[in-house]
């Protein structure tokens, strides 16, 4: 039997962020050489990428950065994903996570194609993805890097579950107005789930396939034809108070539109955008 203890593990597990059963098999065939352990775990991790490419990865986490920059303050948010809920809370996970955020912020870039190929501790960051995929088991995917530009950016960070780090993530860029309202706008964005700023911002065919929907139901539902215009302009409506940021009723106080709150204080939103893990 390889001469090796719990406490050896425990080190091994920290040190790479592999699951117990594939520190123990390392550490049997290296006959408890931690440092040929290491480099087991990491051949047998890079020969198995290609085998998780067909894997979900859909839990994970979301990192932000806001900084100034010439044109007001520049925010970054990222979603970086894997398989379970065990590696997201993993330090090296979370490590890497940082890195990847500051390098999507050097890019100066929402493009992942882009991020990924940059330049990271002397690899990629696809390349850094890959050597603690190998590590850990588990199939790893930056999903997604946004940018907002704006005066101000307000950035909110919200844990789903209190042991794990945060899965959805806000920004919001506004005018220094709008500044004191900025945190409770982006904490409705992220309850709240917009999917637009304004209504000229939802495209027309989205627009008239809901006109079309709500002009078909309420002939089904027998609404006399003189009342069918009112009806349908009222029920689009209603999809733009669900889904337009600006319409939306503000979470705070539902007598009030989003608009009416920012209006009180003279400021306006220009921008935002909002990540869930896996959505």
Do not use: W
């Amino acid at each position: 039997m390889a001469n090796y203890t719990a406490a050896d593990i425990k080190a091994l597990r920290e040190r790479t962020g592999a699951g117990m059963l594939d520190v123990k098999k390392a550490l049997d065939e290296a006959d408890g050489d931690a440092e040929k352990a290491m480099e087991i775990i990491r051949v047998k991790g890079l020969k198995g990428i290609s085998k998780r490419e067909g894997r979900a990865a859909s839990d994970g986490l979301v990192a932000a950065n806001v900084a100034d920059g010439a044109d007001g303050q520049v925010g970054v948010l990222i979603e970086l994903n894997c398989e379970t809920d065990f590696v997201t809370k993993n330090a090296k996970f979370i490590e890497l996570a940082d890195k990847v955020l500051a390098t999507a912020v050097a890019t100066g870039t929402d493009d992942v194609a882009t991020v990924l190929a940059a330049d990271l501790d002397g690899t990629t960051v696809q390349g850094a993805i890959d050597e603690l995929a190998a590590v850990i088991g588990e199939k790893l995917v930056l999903r997604r890097v946004a940018r907002v530009v704006a005066p101000k950016v307000t950035v909110y960070l919200h844990k789903v579950n209190k042991d794990l780090p945060p899965q959805v993530g806000v920004l919001v860029g506004t005018d220094e107005a709008g500044l004191p309202v900025a945190k409770d706008v982006a904490m409705h964005t992220a309850a709240y789930s917009p999917l637009y700023l304004t209504r000229e911002d939802v495209p027309d065919d989205v627009v008239a396939s809901e006109r079309r929907i709500a002009e078909e139901t309420a002939r089904n539902e027998g609404k006399p034809e003189a009342a069918l215009g009112k009806i349908v302009e009222g029920r689009v409506t209603g999809f733009f108070k669900e889904n337009v940021l600006l319409d939306q009723a503000f979470a705070k106080d539902q007598k009030k539109s989003v608009a009416q709150v920012l209006s009180e204080v003279g400021g306006t939103v220009t921008a935002f955008v909002r990540f869930r893990v896996g959505a």
